[in-house]
């Protein structure tokens, strides 16, 4: 069992500057394809011009990804999600396997397209809508931050995933503005909603793809 991230800009044909979204883009995967090497199987590359795949063995990790998509990009993006199987061997090249995750990332994906949603998910679970209810009001929220915002909490969060007991006081330094600024910004953001969603959504995936470990080896 593995997952497929299957990516497309939205309305790709009205961007103005289509080549500077593109580089941003390519900049994006080159960083998800280092920063999450030990876990991706078929590295992010893009597709179609203007679209992106890739494959990874954990769930846990699709957050954490789309974060740095959302960062990097800086272009309203569809994602469709699947996790299934593979019907030919394992490669790096993405472009090089196939089967039921391809099929599902696909279908997700379209979906995401017709009903006009930011994620969608599909797999053998019971709770697909549930995830992808919580991660399409993650996305909402997202996308609706001004750039000010998205900095801010961009460099929070970063900086709370490189030292757990970070406070406030010293990221409101790095970022160069008070403590009681950061928290009326973090506020305003919904950033502590989207950090307890986060939360939910990976306990809830981990949960899942341990309970499948546990049946394969049975």
């Known amino acids: 069992m593995y997952i497929v991230l299957a990516g497309d800009l939205k309305s790709s044909r009205k961007i103005k500057d289509r080549v500077e979204i593109q580089k941003k883009l390519k900049k994006a995967l080159k960083i998800i394809n280092e920063r999450f090497k030990e876990v991706i199987i078929g590295e992010f590359i893009i597709v179609g011009g203007d679209g992106f795949q890739g494959m990874i063995t954990s769930p846990e990790f699709i957050l954490n990804i789309y974060y740095l998509l959302f960062e990097n990009i800086e272009h309203p993006f569809y994602l469709g999600i699947g996790i299934g ?126 309970k499948r470990d546990s049946k394969d080896d049975l």
Not at 88 to 111: C, I, Q
Not at 120 to 129: F, M, P, T, Y
Not at 182 to 195: F, N, V
């Open 85 to 210: 199987d593979i019907s030919t061997a394992l490669s790096k090249n993405v472009a090089e396997m196939d089967g039921k995750v391809f099929y599902r990332a696909s279908e997700a994906l379209e979906k995401t397209k017709r009903e006009n949603k930011w994620i969608e998910l599909k797999s053998d679970w019971e709770d697909n809508d549930i995830v992808g209810c919580l991660l399409n009001f993650m996305a909402e929220v997202m996308w609706n931050w001004s750039k000010r915002q998205k900095d801010v909490v961009i460099y929070y969060r970063k900086a709370r995933s490189k030292k757990s007991r970070v406070t406030l006081v010293e990221i409101s330094t790095g970022l160069g503005i008070k403590k009681q600024t950061l928290s009326k910004m973090l506020k305003r953001a919904k950033y502590s909603l989207l950090e307890d969603a986060e939360k939910i959504i990976t306990a809830f995936v981990s949960q899942k793809w341990l």
